[in-house]
């Protein structure tokens, strides 16, 4: 993954980024140990530089919290789509996380319509198949806060809450997703 995706803020050589997490509440103190275990990453706080995502898979009445967030002195490891991401988010998904990083960023499974990797688990999608569904769609990244270590670097800067998020867009995306499934299918 290219790192430049990620900094866009720059302060006296200390790299930082801002950052955003969708909640239904303001959340100051982000909890590492809170949420569910088997995401993409494993266990950690979920955020995402993507404000567009945020604000798009927000639902009624979210609130979206935004972050400054310091790399310095953290051990980050970055993903891109491929088989170690597609491997690490599987181990994940099944409580192995393998992973010992402050910080894991990367691109984000796009398996909320099917869940890919249980089908996997099934029998009825090989690892590799699997992987070409999850390349499927427009590739947005989070970023998980895995340390306390991390976690100090994390400053809480507001937070606003959506009344009404734009269900047609989410409609339209989750469209266009199941027409690249479908075309995929095809050339299986």
Same mark, same amino acid.
């Given at each position: 993954m290219a790192r430049s995706a990620f900094d866009t803020l720059t302060n006296k050589g200390t790299k930082k980024m801002i950052l955003y997490h969708t909640s239904d509440r303001e959340i100051q103190h982000p909890d590492i140990h809170s949420g569910r275990k088997n995401a993409d990453f494993g266990w950690g706080f979920y955020l995402t530089p993507d404000r567009d995502f945020t604000y798009r898979?927000?639902?009624?009445?979210?609130?979206? #919290?935004?972050?400054? &967030? !310091?790399?310095? =002195?953290?051990?980050?490891?970055?993903?891109?789509?491929?088989? *170690?991401?597609?491997d690490y988010i599987f181990g994940n998904r099944r409580?192995?996380?393998?992973?010992?990083?402050?910080?894991?960023?990367?691109?984000?499974? #796009?398996?909320?319509? &099917? !869940?890919?990797? =249980?089908?996997?688990?099934?029998?009825?999608?090989?690892?590799? *198949?699997?992987?070409?569904?999850?390349?499927?769609?427009?590739?947005?990244?989070?970023?998980?806060i895995k340390s306390e270590k991390a976690v100090r670097n994390l400053k809480w800067v507001s937070s606003e809450r959506i009344e009404r998020p734009d269900e047609n867009l989410l409609k339209a995306e989750q469209k266009a997703y199941l027409e690249s499934v479908s075309q995929r299918l095809k050339n299986m």
């Open positions: 898979w927000a639902r009624a009445n979210a609130v979206v #919290n935004t972050y400054e &967030f !310091d790399e310095d =002195g953290l051990d980050i490891h970055y993903f891109s789509r491929n088989a *170690e991401w597609f409580l192995k996380d393998t992973l010992t990083a402050d910080v894991v960023m990367g691109p984000i499974a #796009n398996d909320t319509i &099917f !869940d890919t990797l =249980g089908i996997v688990s099934s029998g009825y999608l090989k690892p590799e *198949e699997a992987l070409q569904f999850l390349m499927v769609g427009p590739e947005y990244t989070q970023v998980v």
